[in-house]
């Protein structure tokens, strides 16, 4: 077997000692899981139905979720801010699509929120701030100059 082959212990003890990467990786989970679960659910008069977060956006936010964690894996061991400034641009844009996708009843009855909405909300923030905090570590890293002799 060549070394290139995919080591799953290495990568998840190289997660659990960065922990923007792990935010940015917990974040696209709990996105993704509340993709699946009820956003919001509307009642008028007889008539009830829910929605979940594919009603909503598609599976744009899924795509989303997972180019950031590519991303953001594929430069674990690497201090590149390129791909990091993708895995921030792919956080920010699933921010965007779930803070735009605000359940609302408009005028049609009563509409609930569901767990799924806060979910993912909670998880795009997440993505978001892992993604945004290590790309200025390594922005503030390449800026200061090393005092190692």
């Known amino acids: 077997m060549s070394d290139k082959n995919f080591d799953f ?9 960065d922990r923007n990467l792990m935010l940015l990786v917990g ?5 993704i899981v509340g993709l699946f679960l009820p ?6 008069g007889f008539i009830s139905f829910s ?3 594919f009603d909503a956006n598609g599976a744009l936010p899924l795509i989303l979720a997972a180019l950031a964690v590519v991303a953001g894996l594929n430069l674990m061991n ?5 791909m990091w400034a993708v895995a921030l641009g792919a956080s920010a844009l699933a921010l965007l699509m779930v ?10 009855g009563v509409v609930s929120i569901g ?9 795009s923030l997440a993505m978001t701030a892992g993604s945004g905090m290590k790309f200025k570590e390594l922005q503030d890293s390449k800026s200061t100059p090393s005092n190692k002799k």
Do not use: C, H, M, R
């Open 9 to 17: 212990d290495k990568t998840v003890e190289s997660i659990k000692k």
């Open 27 to 31: 974040g696209a989970a709990a996105l």
């Open 99 to 108: 803070l735009v996708d605000w359940p609302s009843d408009d005028g049609l």
């Open 51 to 53: 929605v979940n977060g």
């Open 115 to 123: 767990v799924g909405y806060y979910l993912s909300l909670a998880g």
């Open 39 to 44: 956003w919001a659910s509307a009642s008028a």
């Open 78 to 82: 690497q201090k590149t801010k390129t």
